[in-house]
Structures are given as C-alpha cells and as structure tokens.
C-alpha cells in the first residue's frame, strides 16, 4: 500500500507572494519591484514594508526615532552588548557578535519579549475596556496570572529616563496621542500608586505610539529584532581594539563556589 | 584582588584555585567536587562528564548508557534535517564555521523537530506522568498561551511528527535501544503505549519525543533537556556544513525550478 506524505506537494516547490530574485533582472518585494518602485525608501521604510507590508514613511520615521532613543546604548555592561564586547576581545568577527547579540536580545528582563508582551498587553486591555471591564480590574488580573505587567518596571533602576525623550521626538513627528498611548499612561499611573510601584518603560512607551499606528504585536516584534544592532557594534569595536582578553578579566577568586568544600572522587 | 570588587560568579558547578603566580589561571579546577584534570580526565567518559555537568553528580552505569545511547542517536540527524541543512547552508557559502552551528541551534531550536519541541514534550511528561487518559486529555486540548510569547504556539503535539505516516524505522530502534538501557519508566511507558499516544496525535512519534522520555527517565528539567538537545546534535551539522563547503555552492541544491512567486 502506499501512503503519500503530506510533504510530495511541496517538493522543489515553493510558492510565495512574498518576493524573489530574479537572477540578472529583477528583485520583488511584496508585488513592488525594488528598482523601480521601492528605490526610493528609506532602509526604515524598506524593512517596514518588507516587515508588514505597510508603506508609511510615518511609522517608518517614528520606528527610526525609537530605535535611536530607545534601543542602542553603547555600554558593554548590557547584558546584549556584553556579548558584543566578549566577541571583541576574543577577536571573534563582527558578524558573529551582532547574531549572538540579537538572540540575546530576545530576553524576559528587557528587549524583545518586553516589547512584543507590552503590545500584546495593551490590546488585550483595550479590548477588555471596551467589553466593560474596570482598568484597575484588568490590570490586578493581569498581575495575579502573571505577576508582572509588560512595559512597567525595570531592573536597575525604577524610572526609564527614555520615555520624556521618545515622547518628545513623538509629538514632533505628529504622534503621541492616540488611544493605545494613552492607555499605556493610565495603567502607569494605576501601578505607581500601587503598592508594586511600578513605573512606565519604554516597552509600553513604544507598544502604544506602535499600536496607535496599528501594528501589531508580531509586526512590532519582527521590526524590533533587529533594532539593538547599534548599540552592540560599537561594544564589539571598542573591544576589538583595546588589548586581547582585557575586557572585565575574572580572577579565579570571582567565582564563589556554594557546592560545598568536599572533594569528591570519581568512582571507577 | 581589588577591595572594592564585590561582585561574584555564584556557581555550584565550579571551584578553581589560582596558580601562585597568576590569580587569572586556574591552578586546579573542580567540577561538583570532582578534580578535572586530575580525577575526571583520567577516568570519566565524556557522557559521564556531560551527565555530572547538568546533575551535578556521577550517573550510575545504567544511567551513563542511556545518555549515551541518545547521544549517538541524536549525534547526527542527517542531511535532510532542517538544523543540519541550515548549517550546510552556511557551508556551500563560505560562511565562518561558528555561523554554521549559530545556524544549526536557530533552527534546531523550534517547535518542529527542534529542542523546544523537546521543552513543550517535557511539560507534557511533567504533566500526564504515565496516564494515557492525561496525554489523551492534554493532546486534545493543549494549553493555550495567555499572553504571547517569542515563541509560537505549538502546531502539533509536542514529540510527535505532524508531517510523518508512520512511526520511522529509526526512531524505533532508538526506543527500542533505550528501553534496553535504562532504568526508568518512561521509555518503557512509551514504547508499550506509543501507537495509542500516536492515534491521539494522529501523527507518529518522532526523534523529539524519544529524547523527552529517554531524558524524563534521567530526571532533567525541560530547560536542561532543551540545551541538551540542541548540544548533542551539533555533530552532525558541524560535519555536513564542512562537506558541503568543501564540495561548494555549484554542487548543492539552489531549488533553481522550485521556486514560485504567485503574480
């Protein structure tokens, strides 16, 4: 008897309408030809449409300014960056260092999963409102699930000194008043008089100028994964260039040992 | 070292002394107790090794033939793989040697065949133990995410091959083998009940399914059994990727006629 598997069809085919080379003519994206229709765009631009199909310099502008104030901070402290500058003084490549930076990046503390669960969030939440549910009860369930809230607190330190400035560059832009931020605002202002205390972050800051613009939380997440690349860089650079091996050097005595004094032997 | 320095590492893992002229070498290295160089090389196997890193301690010769049956059986998923193609890819290109096993962990990494198939498998044990009425319970009606994730929810159930007909001849051998070697329950739960677990998936058992019961029975945690998965079967993308580089990109499928883009 034979069985067909499921994958016969697809063998040496593969169907999009996501876009292809066309080896020595052309390149598509989206049904847009690149040359001719794309190749005027911002990379801002191009990688949101490629990301979303969305054609909006607007978003693009606003997602550029996000990037800039939000997202690369050259200190190799940052656990990302750290990454970056370990490669360096290793003299590994600079490839190398920004791909393991970016998987980094996709962490529960900051980065990523901030900022596509601050999004996420912020939809569920509207569309709780909007069925008649009390902030103040979403928010106290949310936390009771969770014991979190995406987008509010910080580890280090309470307040993100990003969020007047990334405000700032909205409203200059044309944004910065929609539903979704102000959202993000109220549930900040109900967990600061809480007894959590926590303040807004930039992921909710970003999640609500983002949602305001109808993206959503995989469109924010796949435009964001890329976005911390400026601040790895030049943590790979800086230690690219210093003496091999000289980036916060541990000393054996760095290493506190809990397992216990005993020397075991092994049992052969 | 400095006074003001009071930052630590804070590890049971690993205990070093400092060689009496360099406080940044190591003089003596211990892992769980165990001497390194001068007890473990000499007389553990590199999986009795492996196995006291992540239990942090000894494996009983039961114990240290069953990881080591799954290590050979993982070592090498072949060609065909995804995580392995993904590193030949790298390979027909040029590309640095590390990016290819970078490649082979991001796609070796997913919930198809990958080492979070092997994470969401674990739950599942964790869960429904040795209950067939459980796994029927929870295969119907998987848990939902509650808030998204980075990760995508499962498409299938975890351990079970959504694209396969039947359970493949290899990946019965290694249950069979396995069942042989250990000690625990699970494998054996496994083997006895897998085509009724297989008719709840409604596909067959796959590579990702045997790991979770075989490292179920060595009592990991899902998070251990992830990175041990994607570990152990690095060999065989790191050997495949060299070939393919050596061979070079003319000789590896480019899928030249496969490719449609709809108008």
């Keep these: 008897m034979t069985v067909h598997s499921k994958l016969e069809k697809f063998e040496d085919n593969w169907r999009t309408s996501m876009g292809g080379w066309f080896p020595g003519e052309r390149v598509v994206l989206r049904g847009k030809d690149v040359f001719k229709e794309l190749n005027n765009s911002s990379w801002m631009e191009y990688l949101l449409f490629a990301s979303t199909g969305k054609k909006s310099p607007q978003i693009a502008r606003l997602m550029e300014g996000m990037w800039v104030i939000c997202t690369s901070f050259p200190d190799p402290r940052i656990w990302n960056n750290r990454v970056s500058a370990l490669a360096g003084t290793t003299r590994s490549t600079g490839a190398l260092a920004a791909a393991a930076s970016v998987a980094v990046t996709e962490a529960t503390i900051y980065g990523l999963k901030p900022i596509k669960g601050a999004t996420d969030f912020l939809y569920r939440a509207d569309k709780r409102l909007a069925e008649g549910e009390a902030l103040e009860q979403i928010i106290r369930a949310e936390l009771k699930q969770y014991r979190s809230v995406y987008g509010y607190g910080r580890p280090l330190v309470t307040a993100d000194e990003r969020v007047e400035p990334m405000m700032n560059f909205a409203r200059s832009i044309g944004c910065g008043e929609g539903k979704y931020i102000k959202l993000a605002f109220a549930v900040a202002e109900y967990l600061a008089a809480s007894r959590f205390k926590y303040q807004i972050n930039i992921a909710a800051v970003c999640a609500g100028l983002l949602a305001d613009e109808e993206l959503s939380p995989m469109d924010f997440y796949h435009m964001a994964t890329l976005a911390f690349t400026a601040g790895a860089m030049p943590c790979f650079i800086d230690a690219s260039n210093q003496q091999e091996g000289c980036f916060f050097p541990l000393r054996t005595a760095r290493l506190n040992y809990t397992g216990g004094e005993t020397v075991k032997h092994w049992r052969v | ?263």
């Design chain 2, 1 to 263: 070292m400095p006074e003001e320095i009071t930052e630590t590492i804070k590890t049971k893992i690993w205990r070093e002394t400092p060689e009496s002229d360099n406080s940044f070498a190591a003089a003596s290295c211990f892992c769980c107790g165990y001497d390194v160089y001068r007890d473990i090389l000499k007389n553990a196997s590199y999986i009795d090794y492996l196995y006291l890193l992540f239990k942090r301690q000894q494996p009983t010769p039961e114990q240290s033939a069953l990881l080591e049956g799954l290590a050979v059986a993982l070592a090498n998923p072949g060609p065909r793989d995804h995580s392995v193609r993904a590193a030949m890819s790298a390979g027909v290109g040029g590309s640095t040697h590390a990016s290819a096993l970078i490649a082979a962990l991001s796609v070796g990494a997913g919930n198809l065949g990958g080492s979070r198939e092997v994470f969401h498998a674990m739950e599942y044990w964790q869960q429904c133990g040795t209950s067939l009425e459980a796994w029927q319970q929870l295969i119907r009606e998987p848990p939902q995410l509650g808030r998204e994730d980075v990760w995508l929810p499962m498409e299938h159930a975890p351990g079970f091959d959504p694209n396969g007909v039947s359970c493949p001849t290899p990946v019965k051998q290694t249950l069979a083998h396995l069942v042989g070697e250990g000690e625990g329950l699970h494998l054996q739960w496994l083997n006895d009940n897998r085509t009724a677990l297989e008719e709840f998936a409604g596909c067959p058992l796959a590579f990702s399914g045997v790991a979770a019961a075989a490292l179920q029975d060595l009592e990991f945690l899902p998070e251990q059994a992830e990175m041990l998965f994607l570990l152990l079967r690095l060999p065989g993308a790191a050997v495949h990727s060299l070939e393919q580089e050596r061979l070079g990109w003319r000789k590896y499928p480019f899928f030249a006629n496969g490719f449609k883009l709809n108008p």
